[in-house]
């Protein structure tokens, strides 16, 4: 059954340093989003995308943030100087339309 | 904005015993309802949906019904198996968004 892969699984990194958090869609999906959630808090949305651009984002989704499609299978989330309060685990998902999301098993960022 | 309430966890219960895992909804329009399920190590499950007022979804024994008019939306099952523990997240989808808005997940947990 196709899924959602995400690496690395847990990511430890200094304040101030940028991250790539990578994540592989399900193949034939053509929307693609990055949530967070930080501990026990709600799981928040970050952003959507859609044929190669942003589609929605929230407020949390500043500057310091930006997602990419590098190439036809990853889907990327950057995060160019990060805070203590960017810990979280962040969930990527896919879909083929407004039909359901599919969900990676997440990525647990550490920052220090 | 709309939003979405679950009650707190950890729901700890006996194999057999019922489930109700409540969730309440603030929104304009007529959003859609999910509830997902993360299993350890694993990325957020679609459980089941409904798409309007008084749709019931139902997937492995578990049942949820869209109630407008109480603008509920609460998880049940009649005999929790010891494989049912894991994190529940009840979450909605606005009307002309795709993004999800989740609330902040219910951890259950069954004893033999």
């Known amino acids: 059954e196709p899924e959602v892969t995400q690496t690395p699984s847990h990511q430890v990194t200094q304040m101030g340093q940028e991250v790539i958090l990578r994540c592989v869609p399900i193949?034939?999906?053509?929307?693609f989003y990055w949530y967070r959630q930080i501990l026990g808090q709600k799981v928040e949305f970050l952003v959507s995308?859609?044929?190669?651009?942003?589609?929605?984002k929230s407020e949390i989704f500043d500057d310091q943030f930006s997602v990419e499609r590098p190439d036809g299978s990853n889907f990327t989330l950057k995060i160019r100087s990060t805070k203590l309060e960017d810990s979280a685990m962040y969930f990527c998902?896919?879909?083929?339309?407004?039909?359901?999301?599919?969900f990676g098993p997440g990525t647990r960022l550490t920052v220090l | 904005g709309n939003s979405v309430t679950q009650m707190e966890g950890p729901v700890t219960l006996s194999e057999e015993a019922f489930l109700t895992i409540n969730c309440t909804y603030t929104a304009t329009g007529y959003p859609s309802l999910f509830w997902y399920v993360q299993y350890p190590g694993e990325g957020l499950q679609l459980l089941l949906k409904a798409t309007k007022a008084d749709d019931k979804g139902s997937n492995k024994g578990f049942e949820a019904t869209y109630r407008k008019e109480t603008t509920s939306f609460h998880l049940e099952k009649g005999s929790v198996q010891v494989s049912d523990s894991a994190v529940y997240f009840c979450a909605l989808r606005g009307s002309g968004t795709y993004k999800y808005i989740f609330g902040t997940g219910t951890r259950l947990k069954v004893l033999a």
């Open positions: 995308f859609y044929n190669n651009e942003i589609s929605e």
């Open positions: 193949s034939n999906h053509l929307y």
């Open positions: 998902a896919s879909s083929e339309g407004e039909g359901e999301q599919f």
